[in-house]
């Protein structure tokens, strides 16, 4: 997964900046941010170059929040949402939004759409595909991929109506709504506003 986010994303062309925030979510959901990662978030830019600009404000809150917490409280935070023995407290994966199951339909129908796609599973990933972290380098790929056959707004629009739009929302609030999540809430936060911004984006390509 990506760890090279640049985090400034109201300094580039529209796509380009899409396709940083995928990667940049890739990282975040995928693991603890790195050390290299959590200084970029503190020394991120989090003014938009429009007043009120729709992710301004859960941008800002993210970046106080890296600001706030050392790493090792952020590192013990992802611990205990999303790792330890057995079941997790909140879930990243989609089979559990859609189906209430792991490794159900949905991971069978999303295996089918990434062949399609060309794509695979890379296998030093434990992670099955429907992981948020996963889903969202597709994106990013997506977006930023060299093969205009594959890259392309009808690809990114089937993708991302298929396997993200569907549950991200109820992963969000369930990050939300945990009593220990600090820096994951306002992740989460920042996530939901992207994927509105997103939705809107492609519901005006219909």
Same mark, same amino acid.
């Given at each position: 997964?990506?760890q090279?986010?640049? %985090?400034?994303p109201?300094?580039?062309?529209?796509e380009?900046?899409?396709?940083?925030?995928?990667g %940049?979510?890739?990282?975040? !959901?995928?693991?603890?941010?790195?050390?290299?990662?959590?200084?970029?978030? +503190?020394?991120?830019?989090?003014?938009?170059?429009?007043?009120?600009?729709?992710?301004?404000?859960?941008?800002?809150?993210?970046?106080?929040?890296? +600001?706030?917490?050392?790493?090792?409280?952020?590192? +013990?935070?992802?611990?205990?949402?999303?790792?330890?023995?057995?079941?997790?407290?909140?879930?990243?994966?989609?089979?559990?939004?859609?189906?209430?199951?792991?490794?159900?339909?949905?991971?069978?129908?999303l =295996?089918?759409?990434?062949?399609?796609?060309?794509?695979? +599973?890379?296998?030093?990933?434990?992670?099955?595909?429907?992981?948020?972290?996963?889903?969202?380098?597709?994106?990013? !790929? %997506?977006?930023?991929?060299?093969?205009?056959?594959?890259?392309? %707004?009808?690809?990114?629009?089937?993708?991302?109506?298929?396997?993200?739009?569907?549950w991200?929302?109820?992963?969000?609030?369930?990050?939300?709504?945990?009593?220990?999540?600090?820096?994951? =809430?306002?992740?989460?936060?920042?996530?939901?506003?992207?994927i509105?911004?997103?939705?809107?984006?492609?519901?005006?390509?219909?």
């Amino acid at each position: 997964m990506t760890q090279q986010a640049q %985090l400034s994303p109201s300094g580039l062309d529209e796509e380009t900046a899409r396709a940083e925030i995928y990667g %940049l979510l890739a990282a975040l !959901y995928y693991a603890p941010p790195s050390v290299q990662l959590s200084e970029k978030l +503190r020394v991120a830019v989090t003014e938009a170059p429009a007043a009120g600009a729709m992710l301004e404000a859960s941008w800002r809150e993210l970046v106080a929040v890296a +600001r706030r917490l050392p790493e090792d409280a952020v590192r +013990r935070e992802y611990d205990t949402l999303f790792g330890g023995v057995g079941r997790p407290e909140v879930y990243l994966f989609g089979s559990h939004y859609l189906s209430g199951f792991l490794n159900e339909k949905p991971l069978a129908a999303l =295996r089918t759409d990434l062949a399609a796609l060309g794509l695979a +599973r890379d296998e030093a990933m434990a992670e099955t595909e429907d992981h948020i972290a996963y889903l969202c380098e597709v994106m990013r !790929y %997506l977006i930023a991929g060299d093969d205009v056959e594959v890259a392309n %707004l009808t690809r990114q629009r089937e993708f991302f109506s298929r396997h993200l739009q569907p549950w991200v929302s109820a992963l969000c609030d369930a990050m939300q709504a945990h009593p220990k999540a600090d820096f994951y =809430r306002s992740l989460a936060a920042f996530t939901q506003a992207f994927i509105s911004v997103e939705t809107q984006g492609f519901d005006m390509l219909v």
